[in-house]
């Protein structure tokens, strides 16, 4: 309905647009993190709490959403972006040491743009656990006019601590759905070797050593329980950009997505403890960077409040 109020949110190339319809009459009434009240008996119930971050999809979903958006938001021109993968030589698994070793490394890169007559930048780096403990960092360099090159060797040096690999953006829509898909997905050979085999086969493209396309096959959030549980995702510096988020009426939002394809939709359905649906959440996401148009739906979904 043209009138009906939705919130839109802005980031960089992608639109999206959430429709929320509320169901009266919850029988539950939260009391704080821990606990609610059942209505119809006046009981105390515990919630169910989650184990770690792979057990509670929610939280992990909401961590890679914002980061998601917070890429899309920065990154519109990829010929202004470095991405870079840091690693290590060793089986370095200390997470207080990963983002101190990036802190010292982020220093020394920034006096080697100024040395070199290369432009300020800004960054997004996230973390990727491997199966057997090993961290390394994805960092993108956001930089205000088209990106320098800068030898890897350049970048090794500076790193200090093992191998560097820069690749380029180019041609890629949706630069956040990429990037964070390595965060959660896994490669089914990794997946087998370490016995981490839940979670959807799927096959996907991907561009290897040489640029060469090739077919792979993955599991789909299989990396997602080996988050420490309370870990950052991501980090950025201060200059990174925010996406803008307000409230309007579908009629203006569409104004907005103007000719822009719809990429993306799925409804979910939040349930209360008793199985009824209270509220109808209905999401749209628009590509105007979209060079193939379409349309891709997800299957609808349904939500308890154990799940949140």
């Not at 009138?3 to 802005?10: D, M, N, R």
Request: net charge positive; aromatic share 10%; proline share 5%.
């Amino acid at each position: 309905m043209p009138e009906a109020q939705v919130t839109v949110k802005l980031c960089g190339n992608i639109i999206e647009i959430r429709y929320m319809r509320s169901i009266p009459t919850a029988v539950i009434k939260k009391i704080n993190a821990d606990f609610y009240v059942d209505k119809r008996t006046d009981e105390v119930k515990e919630f169910r709490h989650a184990v770690n971050r792979s057990d509670n999809k929610n939280s992990v979903s909401q961590s890679l959403r914002k980061l998601r958006d917070l890429i899309n938001t920065n990154l519109t021109e990829p010929d202004k972006v470095l991405w870079v993968t840091l690693t290590y030589r060793e089986n370095m698994r200390d997470t207080k040491r990963l983002y101190e070793d990036f802190r010292r490394f982020w220093t020394r890169f920034r006096y080697y743009l100024v040395k070199y007559g290369h432009p300020t930048a800004e960054y997004i780096t996230a973390a990727e656990p491997q199966a057997r403990g090993a961290w390394h960092l994805h960092c993108l360099f956001l930089f205000p006019e088209k990106a320098p090159f800068i030898p890897n060797a350049d970048v090794a040096h500076i790193w200090r601590h093992g191998f560097t690999k820069t690749k380029s953006l180019q041609g890629i829509d949706n630069p956040g759905l990429y990037l964070t898909a390595y965060l959660g997905d896994m490669e089914l050979s990794e997946a087998l070797r370490t016995g981490n085999t839940r979670g959807q086969i799927t096959e996907i493209s991907a561009t290897d050593e040489r640029g060469k396309k090739q077919k792979k096959a993955i599991v789909k959030g299989a990396r997602l329980r080996l988050y420490p549980p309370g870990f950052n995702l991501y980090r950025s510096s201060r200059g990174v950009k925010r996406p803008m988020i307000w409230q309007t009426t579908e009629a203006e939002a569409q104004e907005i997505v103007n000719s822009a394809p719809l990429t993306y939709e799925r409804t979910i359905a939040v349930t209360n403890e008793v199985g009824e649906v209270k509220n109808i959440i209905n999401y749209r996401q628009y590509n105007s960077a979209s060079k193939e148009g379409g349309r891709l739906d997800a299957p609808s979904k349904t939500i308890s409040p154990e799940d949140t």
